[in-house]
């Protein structure tokens, strides 16, 4: 059973609406502790989740964060996160971020990165755990010969993440 600390029941959600979908955001004051993809309209959403409340500073920040990205004009964020993972997770999602926008790295490549050569699986692994997609840019890592595999947001929305990096890149 998990501690208080770790639990998402104390969390504010947020609902983000997206080209890609709906992000239901998790929010512990102004840090993100999850964002998940949601294929339910949003008036569903609504209903189930008290839309009176008050977004928060973090949740204002992200929004015009992911109006930018979607936009091709932002390429890292600054809304502070707080995930809720192993060290080994965690170091993982970190080192997403360090692949530059629009560009794409194997399982194996990631594995490197993280001081492990052999780790590509619990590399998968830590990425199908991601909390925080998008922030912890989870779908830019690719299977070994460049096929898109694995995403928990499904591989249309993956497509749609690196097709949009990859022309804003081109047009900047």
């Known amino acids: 059973?998990?501690?208080?600390?770790?639990?998402?029941?104390?969390?504010?959600?947020?609902?983000?609406?997206s080209p890609i979908g709906i992000f239901k955001t998790y929010w512990r004051g102004d840090l993100l502790c999850r964002l998940e993809f949601s294929d339910l309209p949003k008036f569903v959403l609504t209903e189930q989740?008290?839309?009176?409340?008050?977004?928060?500073?973090?949740?204002?920040?992200?929004?015009?964060?992911?109006?930018?990205?979607?936009?091709?004009?932002l390429t890292h964020f600054k809304t502070r996160t707080a995930p809720q993972g192993t060290p080994f997770q965690k170091s993982v999602w970190q080192q997403l971020t360090q692949i530059p926008y629009g560009q794409t790295r194997s399982y194996g490549e990631v594995a490197r990165m993280v001081g492990n050569p052999k780790a590509a699986r619990?590399?998968?692994?830590?990425?199908?755990?991601?909390?925080?997609?998008?922030?912890?840019?989870?779908?830019?890592?690719?299977?070994?010969?460049?096929?898109?595999?694995?995403?928990?947001?499904?591989?249309?929305?993956?497509?749609?993440?690196?097709?949009l990096e990859k022309n804003a890149r081109i047009n900047c």
């Open 1 to 17: 059973m998990p501690s208080p600390k770790n639990s998402l029941n104390d969390c504010q959600i947020q609902l983000i609406d």
């Open 49 to 73: 989740h008290n839309p009176l409340e008050p977004c928060s500073a973090g949740c204002t920040t992200l929004q015009q964060e992911l109006e930018q990205y979607f936009l091709g004009k």
């Open 122 to 163: 619990a590399i998968g692994m830590a990425n199908n755990r991601n909390p925080i997609p998008v922030l912890f840019p989870c779908h830019r890592v690719i299977g070994a010969k460049g096929d898109l595999v694995g995403f928990g947001g499904g591989l249309d929305r993956k497509t749609h993440l690196l097709e």
